[in-house]
């Protein structure tokens, strides 16, 4: 079956430190990749995505790869700030499918 | 424009009170779902609308009644509910069920008492 599986959290930084949530998936075919960030107390946004292999997501200095060798697809940025702070769901869509979410991590970057 | 909008942004109400939710998106999206999410969880999916039709019904009790008057707008009528039932209610769109993202609202924070 379909699933995700994310990096347990809390991950806990300082400002301007490098971030890295590990995703990684199972699926049939070939599915879409989806990063979801929720900031306290409000809904989902859609943070980046990515439609085939080795597509790059990328949006607000966040980056993430679709590398389907390693069934992956890592979080990136380069510099957290406070205002980072969130938690975050890595999601696949299978085509004609459900989104399926991870279990989400959350961040904590303190200055 | 990406904006789901959802009104209450906070609900309480009592186990035999008679509620709605209201969930609305004006971006000719055809498909609208409806997501319960518990705190630190991942959203569970109810509800799915396609083409003002429900098409998936993930198992959810009758006190959920989930109304499609249009393509812009979504309902989930509550009556009955549990204190258990408590919990964010994101509605959310996308463009083609099974295909494209999915855009979310900010949800409404339900609380049964």
């Known amino acids: 079956g379909n699933s995700v599986t994310q990096m347990e959290g809390p991950v806990t930084l300082s400002e301007e430190a490098f971030l890295t949530i590990n995703c990684t998936y199972t699926?049939?075919?070939?599915?879409?990749l989806f990063w979801y960030v929720q900031y306290p107390g409000e809904g989902l946004q859609l943070l980046l995505k990515a439609t085939k292999a080795d597509d790059k997501g990328s949006n607000k200095g966040f980056e993430a790869t679709y590398r389907k060798e390693t069934t992956s697809f890592h979080l990136e940025k380069g510099s957290v700030q406070v205002s980072d702070s969130a938690v975050y769901f890595c999601a696949l869509r299978p085509l004609g499918g459900k989104l399926i979410f991870g279990q989400g991590t959350e961040l904590s970057v303190k200055p | 424009d990406t904006e789901v909008t959802q009104t209450p942004k906070h609900l309480v109400m009592g186990m035999t009170n008679k509620k709605s939710l209201k969930c609305e998106q004006h971006m000719g999206h055809r498909a609208m779902y409806w997501y319960k999410q518990k705190a630190k969880k991942p959203p569970e999916l109810m509800f799915v609308?396609?083409?003002?039709?429900?098409?998936i019904n993930e198992s959810v009790p009758s006190r959920f009644s989930p109304e499609c008057p249009n393509s812009s707008l979504l309902n989930l009528h509550l009556h009955a509910l549990q204190p258990e039932d408590s919990a964010l209610y994101l509605c959310?769109?996308?463009?083609?069920?099974?295909?494209?993202?999915?855009?979310f609202g900010p949800g409404t924070r339900l609380t049964v008492t």
């Open positions: 959310a769109s996308s463009q083609e069920h099974g295909a494209y993202e999915q855009y």
């Open positions: 609308y396609s083409y003002e039709k429900l098409s």
């Open positions: 699926a049939t075919g070939y599915p879409s």
